[in-house]
């Protein structure tokens, strides 16, 4: 019986870990979010955003650390959990040039404010 071993080109390679952290101040929450949000991961900012439902008014996305974002994830940070934030009380900071095109391209650039 032979062992066999598989070299590194045989796997994928891992994905940077991806996370949530958000600061509430007054009725503002900043939500910083680095990683990749997709699919996969949606669910986690859609958690932090119900941890602190109905306390904030005005909603702020530090995107400096985001690096990949699909339409599960732009669904999510336009209508966030909950939905009483209105789309004008939402803004961007610092999105990575491939998140500003995915921006772009569904037209809410306006949103972007760094």
């Known amino acids: 019986m032979s062992l066999q071993t598989a070299s590194s080109t045989e796997f994928a390679p891992l994905a940077a870990p991806f996370v949530v952290a958000q600061k509430l101040d007054g009725d503002v929450l900043t939500i910083a979010i680095v990683g990749e949000l ?22 702020r996305y530090e995107l400096v650390g985001l690096e990949f974002m699909d339409s599960a994830g732009l669904r999510v940070l336009l209508a966030p959990a ?12 610092h999105p990575a040039p491939i998140v500003r095109r995915l921006l772009e391209i569904r037209g809410v650039q306006g949103m972007i404010a760094g």
């Open 38 to 59: 997709d699919i996969a991961t949606v669910h986690l900012l859609e958690e932090a955003q119900r941890s602190v439902e109905g306390r904030y008014r005005a909603l």
């Open 82 to 93: 909950g939905g009483h934030v209105p789309i004008s009380q939402i803004s961007i900071t």
